[in-house]
């Protein structure tokens, strides 16, 4: 382990504008310093000692006892320095510094590397390690060191102790000792993202991290003390506050990781065996951080530098790295995925794949489950249309093979109708259209169904009698309860056929009863025998003529209804020409 020191720096200002860094003592080996998951290193021999490193602007120059013959161009910078201490510490550099060796005597030869991993600053400590001077090593720059040392082949087989064992063994120790610094490793990885993952720092990180999420998660979530390891959860996820702390402490630093590293620590959590549905919950806890202010024309996302082209690859991404167990995520993120996706226009096959998964869980939800957000200011406040392709979804998955859970999965249709009825920017045809997404059969009971259509009528007073037919077609007689039948009998929002249709109705019902009353059959096993009782005989003919009379009024009721329909539409269209 390494043991906090400090060792000093002496800096002094130079008049003509150079900063010149003293000299320092040749410490050989490893050596702890600068503090907690730092070291100091720098090479066991070196062959030539540099007596100072002056920085002019962007160049530096290394002054020694003997002249500078080698000029390396890193980026925008100059180093001004010397063959040996160089070529014996680097391949890389001998094989560049001996291929052209035909430079005349007494002129600097001069090299350009312009895809260095870490650029100037990197190559910066790379010349203090082969200059024999010491090198701070932290978390946040031994990614790139360790990279840069492995593009200028700085291996042991040049010279023992060199910078790629010396960072191999600290990169280890950070990975494999301290949470945070692991987290900050990765970081530093996001501008050398490829050389990273050639050298398997990221999978060394993020199997780190998920290892160390699915140990004892205690022994990590208090080591650091500023370390906040407890997180808020969306809202969709349901557990008690206990079990959030235990479970969940570490999805606020890996919801921090950019989506690349992300997936990576997913699919490691996934091998290490992490529950499905604290996968899920991660993923989830990702999507709200990095995702949920997307609008529908993607002109205000935050973070902003993220494109529409990021956003799509990122969703696909996340849906390829679902958890596939039942319950491991819920309806509603799915939904808001969907969402995204259909935003973005991601792949169709992934769109179909995430629309027959939310079909399949339909029977399990809750009205409030379903709804999603619209984004644009004259929309509908809930995105309807998503959750008809999901319900239509559904509707081929059970016309194949019909399943008993049809029933509730009317009463979710229904009860999300009566959620969003109110909103008076829903368009009639496509409250109609989830409606009449489900087949008739599936509702048992059409009282919620009738709800949400007087809601919806309620909210939208400017509809025409026309429309109100259209929209009240669905109810059917038979599925309402008494009470609704007998709210459908005073409610004046309804169309006059639909109320004369059920009064009609209400009217059939009671002659069938009276007429069943009035006759009494009876049936033996053999035969069916019906036997009508002599002592009743005149009692059922005095029935019989309040039936005719019953019939009568029925009719005239009738014609009176059609009589005050036609009125009017006559005054409608008088109306119409007044203020035309």
């Given at each position: 382990?390494?043991?906090?020191?400090?060792?000093?720096?002496?800096?002094?200002?130079?008049?003509?504008?150079?900063?010149?860094?003293?000299?320092?003592?040749?410490?050989?080996?490893?050596?702890?310093?600068?503090?907690?998951?730092?070291?100091?290193?720098?090479?066991?021999?070196?062959?030539?000692?540099?007596?100072?490193?002056?920085?002019?602007?962007?160049?530096?120059?290394?002054?020694?006892?003997?002249?500078?013959?080698?000029?390396?161009?890193?980026?925008?910078?100059?180093?001004?320095?010397?063959?040996?201490?160089?070529?014996?510490?680097?391949?890389?550099?001998?094989?560049?510094?001996?291929?052209?060796?035909?430079?005349?005597?007494?002129?600097?030869?001069?090299?350009?590397?312009?895809?260095?991993?870490?650029?100037?600053?990197?190559?910066?400590?790379?010349?203090?390690?082969?200059?024999?001077?010491?090198?701070?090593?932290?978390?946040?720059?031994?990614?790139?060191?360790?990279?840069?040392?492995?593009?200028?082949?700085?291996?042991?087989?040049?010279?023992?102790?060199?910078?790629?064992?010396?960072?191999?063994?600290?990169?280890?120790?950070?990975?494999?000792?301290?949470?945070?610094?692991?987290?900050?490793?990765?970081?530093?990885?996001?501008?050398?993202?490829?050389?990273?993952?050639?050298?398997?720092?990221?999978?060394?990180?993020?199997?780190?991290?998920?290892?160390?999420?699915?140990?004892?998660?205690?022994?990590?979530?208090?080591?650091?003390?500023?370390?906040?390891?407890?997180?808020?959860?969306?809202?969709?996820?349901?557990?008690?506050?206990?079990?959030?702390?235990?479970?969940?402490?570490?999805?606020?630093?890996?919801?921090?990781?950019?989506?690349?590293?992300?997936?990576?620590?997913?699919?490691?959590?996934?091998?290490?065996?992490?529950?499905?549905?604290?996968?899920?919950?991660?993923?989830?806890?990702?999507?709200?951080?990095?995702?949920?202010?997307?609008?529908?024309?993607?002109?205000?996302?935050?973070?902003?530098?993220?494109?529409?082209?990021?956003?799509?690859?990122?969703?696909?991404?996340?849906?390829?790295?679902?958890?596939?167990?039942?319950?491991?995520?819920?309806?509603?993120?799915?939904?808001?995925?969907?969402?995204?996706?259909?935003?973005?226009?991601?792949?169709?096959?992934?769109?179909?794949?995430l629309e027959r998964r939310i079909a399949f869980m339909l029977d399990q939800c809750r009205p409030l489950d379903l709804l999603v957000r619209n984004y644009g200011d004259k929309d509908s406040v809930y995105d309807v249309n998503l959750v008809i392709r999901v319900v239509m979804a559904y509707v081929s998955i059970v016309s194949k093979s019909p399943t008993p859970k049809l029933f509730a999965v009317g009463r979710l249709v229904?009860?999300?109708?009566?959620?969003?009825?109110?909103?008076?920017?829903?368009?009639?045809?496509?409250?109609?259209?989830?409606?009449?997404?489900?087949?008739?059969?599936?509702?048992?009971?059409?009282?919620?169904?009738?709800?949400?259509?007087?809601?919806?009528?309620?909210?939208?007073?400017?509809?025409?009698?026309?429309?109100?037919?259209?929209?009240?077609?669905?109810?059917?007689?038979?599925?309402?309860?008494?009470?609704?039948?007998?709210?459908?009998?005073?409610?004046?929002?309804?169309?006059?056929?639909?109320?004369?249709?059920?009064?009609?109705?209400?009217?059939?019902?009671?002659?069938?009863?009276?007429?069943?009353?009035?006759?009494?059959?009876?049936?033996?096993?053999?035969?069916?025998?019906?036997?009508?009782?002599?002592?009743?005989?005149?009692?059922?003919?005095?029935?019989?003529?309040?039936?005719?009379?019953?019939?009568?009024?029925?009719?005239?009721?009738?014609?009176?209804?059609?009589?005050?329909?036609?009125?009017?539409?006559?005054?409608?269209?008088?109306?119409?020409?007044?203020?035309?």
């Amino acid at each position: 382990m390494f043991k906090p020191s400090v060792f000093s720096r002496n800096y002094k200002p130079d008049t003509s504008g150079r900063k010149i860094v003293d000299r320092e003592p040749l410490v050989q080996g490893l050596v702890p310093g600068g503090g907690c998951n730092q070291c100091v290193i720098c090479p066991v021999n070196s062959c030539m000692v540099a007596e100072t490193l002056d920085k002019r602007n962007q160049n530096w120059f290394v002054r020694a006892k003997v002249a500078n013959d080698l000029i390396i161009q890193v980026g925008d910078s100059s180093f001004h320095l010397h063959k040996l201490p160089m070529v014996m510490r680097s391949g890389y550099l001998n094989r560049l510094v001996f291929k052209t060796s035909n430079v005349e005597r007494g002129t600097c030869l001069k090299i350009r590397i312009d895809n260095l991993p870490g650029g100037n600053k990197i190559f910066e400590l790379v010349v203090k390690f082969c200059y024999g001077r010491k090198v701070d090593l932290t978390a946040d720059n031994i990614a790139p060191l360790y990279c840069a040392a492995h593009f200028l082949e700085m291996s042991d087989d040049f010279e023992e102790g060199n910078l790629m064992s010396k960072t191999e063994e600290f990169l280890s120790f950070l990975i494999f000792s301290s949470w945070k610094d692991t987290f900050r490793i990765l970081k530093c990885c996001e501008s050398i993202s490829s050389w990273a993952k050639n050298y398997k720092i990221t999978k060394r990180s993020s199997e780190a991290i998920a290892w160390k999420a699915c140990t004892n998660l205690e022994a990590f979530s208090h080591e650091d003390d500023d370390m906040q390891c407890f997180s808020v959860l969306p809202y969709y996820v349901e557990k008690s506050k206990v079990e959030d702390a235990l479970d969940n402490w570490w999805f606020e630093d890996v919801s921090s990781l950019r989506v690349d590293h992300f997936i990576e620590v997913v699919q490691s959590l996934k091998c290490k065996g992490m529950r499905a549905d604290l996968v899920g919950s991660c993923i989830a806890h990702w999507t709200v951080k990095w995702l949920s202010r997307i609008t529908s024309g993607l002109e205000s996302m935050t973070p902003k530098h993220m494109t529409h082209q990021y956003v799509r690859v990122t969703t696909e991404c996340l849906i390829k790295v679902l958890p596939a167990e039942e319950k491991s995520v819920t309806c509603n993120f799915i939904l808001h995925l969907l969402k995204i996706g259909f935003v973005t226009k991601i792949n169709s096959d992934l769109l179909n794949l995430l629309e027959r998964r939310i079909a399949f869980m339909l029977d399990q939800c809750r009205p409030l489950d379903l709804l999603v957000r619209n984004y644009g200011d004259k929309d509908s406040v809930y995105d309807v249309n998503l959750v008809i392709r999901v319900v239509m979804a559904y509707v081929s998955i059970v016309s194949k093979s019909p399943t008993p859970k049809l029933f509730a999965v009317g009463r979710l249709v229904d009860g999300y109708l009566t959620l969003v009825a109110r909103d008076e920017n829903l368009k009639m045809n496509i409250f109609q259209s989830l409606v009449e997404a489900l087949p008739r059969d599936a509702r048992f009971c059409g009282d919620n169904l009738y709800r949400a259509i007087d809601m919806y009528l309620k909210a939208h007073p400017s509809l025409t009698e026309e429309e109100r037919m259209t929209l009240c077609g669905s109810l059917e007689y038979h599925r309402l309860s008494e009470e609704a039948r007998e709210h459908v009998k005073k409610n004046d929002r309804l169309p006059v056929k639909i109320t004369a249709r059920f009064i009609l109705l209400e009217q059939v019902n009671m002659m069938r009863s009276m007429t069943a009353i009035g006759s009494n059959y009876r049936r033996t096993k053999t035969q069916a025998v019906v036997r009508v009782n002599k002592g009743l005989g005149k009692g059922w003919m005095n029935s019989q003529k309040e039936l005719n009379l019953m019939t009568k009024e029925v009719e005239t009721i009738r014609g009176q209804l059609n009589d005050l329909h036609m009125c009017k539409l006559k005054l409608q269209n008088q109306l119409k020409e007044c203020t035309i």
